[in-house]
């Protein structure tokens, strides 16, 4: 979950990340961030992330660009409650949350890959 140890210092170790490069901006105006919302890792991490972000630099918007699971390709149960979840935090902390549901994202590349490449598109090819 986003508040183990694991992912503690996953949040930890970004956050020195992110300090030095705005340590290194003139003006900064504020944050964007990927993720998927069904993972544990992309929806809990990342709430854990945007909270720690909103509490180190409150002037500062968070926009998130949220990759939503579709139930018909989803094969994780938990990834409704990962969204609930994350998304509440999402409301709380953000400024902006753009929502991607999947299965559109993978219907417009489908549309777009050659009919015979077509047999071989898997949800993996939208991450290469």
């Not at 990340?17 to 919302?37: A, I, K, P, T």
């Not at 929806?43 to 972000?53: E, I, P």
């Not at 989803?74 to 409704?80: C, L, Q």
Request: charged share 25%; hydrophobic share 35%; aromatic share 10%.
């Amino acid at each position: 979950g986003c508040y183990s140890g694991e992912a503690s210092e996953l949040v930890q170790f970004t956050l020195e990340g992110v300090r030095r490069e705005v340590e290194m901006c003139d003006s900064l105006q504020g944050f964007q961030l990927w993720n998927s919302m069904g993972g544990g890792t992309g929806s809990g991490t990342t709430a854990a992330l945007v909270s720690k972000l909103k509490e180190e630099f409150p002037d500062k918007l968070i926009h998130t660009f949220s990759v939503f699971s579709s139930n018909n390709v989803s094969g994780v149960v938990v990834e409704p409650y990962n969204c609930i979840l994350a998304l509440s935090q999402f409301i709380e902390y953000t400024d902006v949350v753009f929502c991607i549901d999947n299965k559109q994202l993978y219907d417009r590349v489908y549309d777009r890959v050659e009919k015979e490449e077509r047999a071989k598109l898997t949800y993996k090819h939208l991450n290469d």
